[in-house]
Nanobody, 125 residues
């Protein structure tokens, strides 16, 4: 499966962005999906994950209450709605996917075989 992340850009603190992760090449609906991010000089970190059935989601503590992950399997797309953005959210955001069970969320990079190319989010203060 090929993943294409999009939707990044420059936004002021307090603003919103919606990232999209579009899949092609294979049916997406049995893949768990995660969003990760990597800020300059830092390691890549888990941001949010969603099970392939969409019934389970989970978030890093730093984004809980501000970010929402969702999926539309008919469109082979997973979204990350980011609200109340902060300068510390500035990073390259990556989506990742891997075959999974209905309720599983994967939290570690090594658990994902498929990665998108990343989209840059810059939050100005």
């Amino acid at each position: 499966v090929q993943l294409q992340a999009s939707g990044g850009g420059l936004v002021q603190a307090g603003g919103s962005l919606r990232l999209s992760c579009a899949a092609s090449g294979r049916t997406f609906n049995r893949y768990g999906v995660g969003w990760f991010r990597q800020a300059p000089g830092k390691e890549r970190e888990f941001v949010a994950g969603i099970s392939w059935g969409g019934s389970r989601t989970d978030y890093a503590d730093s984004v809980k209450g501000r970010f929402t992950i969702s999926r539309d399997n008919a469109k082979n797309t997973v979204y990350l709605q980011m609200n109340t953005l902060k300068p510390e959210d500035t990073a390259v955001y990556y989506c990742a996917a891997d075959p999974s069970t209905y309720y599983t969320i994967k939290y570690y990079e090594r658990e994902y075989d498929y990665w998108g190319q990343g989209t840059l989010v810059t939050v100005s203060s």
